[in-house]
């Protein structure tokens, strides 16, 4: 009596299964069978948050947990390495202070729409200065022209003389901070404004020209923007 060779059947069941995925293939096509996994996979998701949604809606705040806890802990990182950018900023344009001014939501209008905010988060700046990271917290830009004008032109630099043609209100602020000359350039993450990398000056002598000026503006808000978006 002639055995079976050891492995024969498996082999004859693989065969099998091919021959009979070819057929369902050729009957169905790929995209049809492609979508009845996607319809299935969706009825299950359906069904898991369906049946239990205090364990789906579990697993989904840990998920957002985990994913926000991660990113502090980048930005913790990153830190010293945002600070040292500022300081170079500011020794390489010889400024008073220098400074980031973040985006982000601070509610909702009654159309859904977002109220677009900023919060001074970093700043170098000398002893001399007052102007304190306390006082620029949940800033409305809607309140100040200039914020759209450096979203539709990507930077302004000049004196507080020019700044009152363009945001009077902003201008006037920074007056009673000593302020003579001040700039701004945008800084993007992805796919959204990060926010701007700016500068001050309380008087007129160290002040260099506005092309080096953006050249060093746009020089460290590339060094810095990665940094802030943690893709480092």
């Given at each position: 009596?002639?055995?079976?060779?050891?492995?024969?059947n498996?082999?004859?069941n693989?065969?099998?299964w091919?021959?009979?995925?070819?057929?369902?293939?050729?009957?169905?096509g790929?995209?049809?069978?492609?979508?009845?996994?996607?319809?299935?996979?969706?009825?299950?998701?359906?069904?898991?948050?369906?049946f239990?949604?205090?364990?789906?809606?579990?697993?989904?705040?840990?998920?957002?947990?985990?994913?926000?806890n991660?990113?502090?802990?980048?930005r913790?990182?990153?830190?010293?390495?945002?600070r040292?950018?500022l300081?170079n900023?500011?020794?390489?344009?010889?400024?008073?202070?220098?400074?980031?001014?973040?985006?982000?939501?601070?509610g909702?209008?009654?159309?859904?729409?977002?109220?677009?905010y900023?919060?001074?988060?970093?700043s170098?700046?000398?002893?001399?200065?007052?102007?304190?990271?306390?006082?620029?917290?949940?800033?409305?830009?809607?309140?100040?022209?200039?914020?759209?004008y450096?979203?539709?032109?990507?930077?302004?630099?000049?004196?507080?003389?020019?700044?009152?043609?363009?945001?009077?209100e902003?201008?006037?602020?920074l007056?009673k901070?000593?302020?003579?000359?001040?700039?701004m350039?945008?800084?993007?993450?992805?796919?959204?404004p990060?926010?701007?990398?700016?500068?001050?000056?309380?008087?007129?002598?160290h002040?260099?020209?506005?092309?080096?000026i953006?050249?060093a503006?746009?020089?460290?808000?590339s060094?810095?923007?990665?940094?802030?978006?943690?893709?480092?």
């Amino acid at each position: 009596m002639e055995e079976t060779p050891q492995g024969s059947n498996n082999a004859g069941n693989v065969v099998g299964w091919i021959e009979r995925i070819v057929q369902i293939v050729k009957k169905y096509g790929l995209q049809q069978i492609f979508m009845s996994f996607l319809v299935l996979f969706i009825a299950i998701m359906v069904g898991i948050f369906a049946f239990n949604p205090n364990e789906a809606l579990k697993r989904i705040e840990k998920a957002q947990n985990k994913a926000h806890n991660e990113a502090v802990m980048k930005r913790i990182k990153n830190e010293p390495k945002i600070r040292e950018g500022l300081m170079n900023f500011k020794d390489e344009t010889k400024s008073d202070r220098t400074f980031i001014l973040e985006t982000h939501n601070g509610g909702s209008n009654l159309a859904n729409l977002p109220f677009l905010y900023v919060d001074l988060t970093y700043s170098e700046p000398k002893n001399s200065l007052t102007w304190l990271e306390r006082e620029y917290r949940n800033v409305r830009l809607s309140h100040y022209p200039l914020a759209s004008y450096i979203f539709n032109n990507n930077s302004w630099f000049g004196s507080i003389d020019e700044l009152k043609e363009i945001d009077e209100e902003l201008a006037l602020r920074l007056q009673k901070e000593d302020v003579m000359y001040f700039g701004m350039m945008m800084m993007y993450g992805e796919y959204n404004p990060l926010g701007t990398i700016g500068l001050v000056y309380s008087d007129e002598y160290h002040v260099p020209t506005k092309i080096e000026i953006k050249k060093a503006m746009f020089k460290y808000s590339s060094i810095i923007a990665p940094l802030l978006n943690n893709e480092h």
